[in-house]
T-cell receptor
């Protein structure tokens, strides 16, 4: 069965600092991988996704993620965090024909001024 | 832009009531999903649907049922609401290739 682990429940960074959110997955074949962001009181919005090809994926709002098959990881990065990035971030894994994704428990990001 | 709307942002019901949560998407997506979101537990899939009148159980279907009579609408039904069903409910849709999911704003349901 597929699963996703986000080891960090809560991360605090200063505005302007770099950010890395960790995601590890378990899946038997080549996965589809996603990062979503959820602002308070809102639904989830897709930041980026990996299906195949280049393992470094660019997303919206200046985020990027790198797929590392050997480490079963898909970590999210941003070189300089803005106060508006404070939110909850979810990593998800799916498959081409499975019809559903499995989500991690989420990482809450706090940005200090 | 894809738009997924949910009938209520906040809902308060009493134990034993029948509750309907409605979700509508405007992008002609084949797939629709219902999740519940609880602190520390992430998103858990309740039911999903690949097509009209078709449904499949997700990870936590107990206490819930669904209805999809039209392609754009997917309803979640709590036959007899209980306090442990107090949660945030999120609806999502995705196109046929089952890739990116588009989420509604959520319904925060409180069962007293």
């Amino acid at each position: 069965a597929q699963s996703v682990t986000q080891p960090d429940i809560h991360i605090t960074v200063s505005e302007g600092a770099s950010l890395e959110l960790r995601c590890n997955y378990s899946y038997g074949a080549t996965p589809y991988l996603f990062w979503y962001v959820q602002s308070p009181g809102q639904g989830l919005q897709l930041l980026l996704k990996y299906f195949s090809g280049d393992t470094l994926v660019q997303g919206i709002k200046g985020f990027e993620a790198e797929f590392k098959r050997s480490q079963s990881s898909f970590n999210l990065r941003k070189p300089s965090v803005h106060w508006s990035d404070a939110a909850e971030y979810f990593c998800a894994v799916g498959a081409a024909n499975a019809g559903k994704s499995t989500f991690g428990d989420g990482t809450t990001l706090t940005v200090k001024p | 832009d894809v738009k997924v709307t949910q009938s209520s942002r906040y809902l308060v019901k009493r134990t034993g009531e029948k509750v309907f949560l409605e979700c509508v998407q405007d992008m002609d997506h084949e797939n629709m999903f219902w999740y519940r979101q609880d602190p520390g537990l992430g998103l858990r899939l309740i039911y999903f649907s690949y097509d009209v009148k078709m449904k499949e159980k997700g990870d936590i279907p107990e206490g819930y049922s669904v209805s999809r009579e039209k392609k754009e609408r997917f309803s979640l039904i709590l036959e007899s609401a209980s306090t442990n069903q107090t949660s945030m409910y999120l609806c999502a849709s995705s196109p046929l290739d089952r890739s990116t999911q588009y989420f509604g704003p959520g319904t925060r349901l409180t069962v007293l």
